[in-house]
């Protein structure tokens, strides 16, 4: 039995929608390389199969009409023939049921519903592929980025320290440029003594050594030479507080100075600095002259009661015009890393 044009255009309805399930299915599983040759080859399944069905609803109309009139129809009845198809292919909803007629609406609601999310999907997954095919983006490192201008501010530190270092007046270059001819007058040479806080008490050490003078003994049990001179300085100092306790707070010019038994225990015990009254006293102690050259000039300091010429020149011995020996010192008041120190100053030929 021949296909009646009601039943030919619901079969043309199932397939445009296997179809539209084909081209959708193809579409999703589309790369971005291979896209293009997805949608013109969808595009012409599309088309195939409507020109399909337009040839289908054609030769149906035509079959009817031969039917009618079996003679050979010329080309104004052809024409007729194919205007009769175009209508009936889009009229044909209008010509069936209320439920067919609702089922073919259904049909193109689903298919611009096919059609839009087959766009819409196709362009998600051209989104996605181009996101995944883009460079990945580099997780921040916060910790990082922090010591990089933790660094930068420390280098900037740096050399701003050293642009202003380089302006700044070079004390200690200053200051040994002007002890140089004070040494060399003195015909002696500098013996370094380390920078430990016992600076002039060792000097003074190693200067009675040179002396010949008994700086230790074995009833001092190995204490060391410059621990043995702060206690002989302590001590003096100890037996005439009469005459150091006015001057503690003149030297120190500090009114926090502790009192005259305090400073005295801190020399004797511990690294305190020595200055002038620790010099006055070991002049006293060891009855010996102690020469000081210090900030471009050369001091004198002579025990108590003396009554030599203080600044005279020593003869070809090493001793002042008094006979009393001289020990020879050094004092820096920026050459070294902890501020003021005491050198020995020894003789050429020891």
């Not at 050979?72 to 209508?87: F, N, T």
């Not at 181009?130 to 921040?140: F, L, M």
């Not at 990089?148 to 701003?160: D, F, K, L, N, Y």
Request: glycine residues 8%; charged residues 30%; hydrophobic residues 35%.
């Amino acid at each position: 039995m021949a296909e009646s044009i009601d039943d030919m255009q619901a079969r043309h309805r199932r397939e445009l929608r296997e179809l539209q399930g084909r081209i959708t299915s193809k579409k999703k599983n589309a790369t971005k390389k291979t896209r293009k040759g997805v949608n013109d080859e969808c595009a012409g399944m599309e088309n195939d199969v409507r020109a399909k069905h337009q040839a289908e609803l054609a030769a149906a109309a035509g079959g009817r009409d031969s039917e009618e009139a079996p003679d050979r129809p010329d080309e104004s009845e052809a024409d007729g023939a194919d205007k009769l198809a175009d209508k009936l292919a889009d009229t044909s909803i209008a010509r069936h049921e209320p439920e067919t007629a609702q089922t073919a609406q259904t049909a193109r609601t689903s298919q611009t519903s096919i059609d839009t999310g087959s766009t819409a999907d196709t362009a998600a997954t051209a989104d996605t592929e181009d996101t995944a095919e883009a460079a990945p983006q580099k997780k921040r490192n916060r910790q990082k980025e922090r010591l990089a201008r933790r660094a930068a501010e420390q280098e900037a530190a740096a050399a701003a320290a050293a642009d202003e270092a380089s302006h700044m007046v070079d004390h200690a270059a200053v200051e040994r440029a002007s002890m140089k001819p004070l040494i060399a007058k003195s015909g002696r040479i500098e013996y370094p003594i380390r920078p430990d806080g016992h600076c002039l008490f060792s000097s003074v050490a190693d200067q009675l050594a040179l002396l010949g003078k008994t700086v230790t003994s074995d009833a001092d049990g190995g204490v060391p030479a410059f621990r043995k001179v702060r206690h002989v300085a302590a001590e003096y100092m100890e037996a005439h507080g009469d005459d150091f306790a006015p001057f503690l707070l003149a030297y120190s010019g500090d009114d926090d100075a502790p009192d005259l038994a305090t400073h005295i225990a801190q020399i004797r015990d511990t690294a305190e600095w020595g200055g002038q009254m620790e010099l006055v006293a070991l002049a006293n102690a060891y009855g010996v002259n102690i020469r000081v050259l210090h900030d471009g000039r050369s001091e004198l300091i002579e025990p108590s009661g003396a009554h030599g010429t203080g600044g005279a020149d020593k003869d070809s011995d090493g001793d002042e015009a008094d006979g009393r020996p001289t020990l020879w010192l050094v004092y820096y008041r920026h050459g070294f890393g902890l501020g003021e120190h005491y050198n020995s100053l020894r003789a050429k030929s020891t």
